[in-house]
């Protein structure tokens, strides 16, 4: 399969290339600087924005990983306006990285909408909302949106088990929400290979 990873040296892109990797597969690396690649794969070296219809049309998936900087959250937004008008032109799969916030809590309300997204983090949340529902209209090609639990650390230990909430928030028997992001990583490269699309799915283990 042709997949290519936009955001390959962040911490969730790092470990979808060792991943898949692993499987035989040879991701492409879609990066601002290659530099800081540690796993030798096929780059295009290009800031998400200057991504164009020809660079991403020969893959099977794409798969966004891009953070928005902490004070600029509308690049979340911006950056999943751009892919869409970009994928639109190609029959290339997406499979998004996106926030937590918009899983419900109940049957009416939004993660985002409560006390537990703290106050610094909600411009953050509102914004990867905004950016769901702007992908949610798309029917021009397929897309997966995959949200997370409420937390997620890069340190807590790899244990092989997640698990999918469709479009509610996941909450494991010991009343967490949580994730390693090994974990996660994992989820992904299963969403990869088993689309479900035009939908959410959440994450938690």
Sequence with gaps: MNIGIIGATGKLGTLLVEKLTLKGEKPTAVVRNKAKLTT???VIEKD????TSEDIKEFDVLVNTFNAPLDDPKQFITST???ISILKETKTRLVFAGGAGVLLVDEHTMLV???EVPAEFKPIAEAEVTAFKALAE???FDWTYMAPPVVMEFDAPHTGNHSFSGNKLGVNAEGKSFISYSDYADAFVEKIFNPENHTIVGVYS
């Design 138 to 140: 798309v029917k021009d």
């Design 113 to 115: 909408d409560t006390p």
């Design 81 to 83: 306006e751009h892919l």
């Design 40 to 42: 030798n794969v096929p």
């Design 48 to 51: 998400i924005f200057d991504l």
